[in-house]
């Protein structure tokens, strides 16, 4: 004798519902249904006022911060004495300059 089938059909599996992927709901809203942001309520502050001059006046006496380039001998010259070569290259410029009458 013929034995029955099992009542597997193709994409059966063991006589229950073909096993289909189902999609999971989302906890969160549909992006349509959420409110847009509030518009800022604060006004951006308006930009500080460019400087008068581009430099400060000098102090008569202040000493300024500069990059200089100078020849080897010369820079050699005044660093051979030790610590205070920015101030005998001070000194020597000093010298060259005329008397100022502030």
């Keep these: 004798p013929k034995s ?3 009542n ?3 994409g059966m599996v063991c006589g229950l519902r073909p096993s289909v ?3 999971r709901r989302s906890p969160y809203p549909p992006a349509a249904a959420v409110p847009p942001l509030p518009a800022p309520t604060t006004a951006k502050p308006a930009a500080p006022p ?3 001059s581009p430099r400060p006046a000098a102090v008569p006496g202040a000493r300024e ?3 200089l380039r100078l020849d080897s001998a010369v820079l050699a010259h005044f660093q ?3 610590p205070g070569w920015q ?3 001070n000194e020597a410029l000093k010298a ?3 008397a100022s009458d502030d």
């Design 21 to 23: 992927p189902t999609r």
């Design 87 to 89: 101030d005998r290259v």
């Design 80 to 82: 051979k004495d030790g």
């Design 96 to 98: 060259l300059v005329p």
């Design 65 to 67: 911060m500069v990059t």
């Design 4 to 6: 029955a089938a099992p």
């Design 8 to 10: 597997n059909a193709p």
């Design 50 to 52: 460019p400087p008068a």
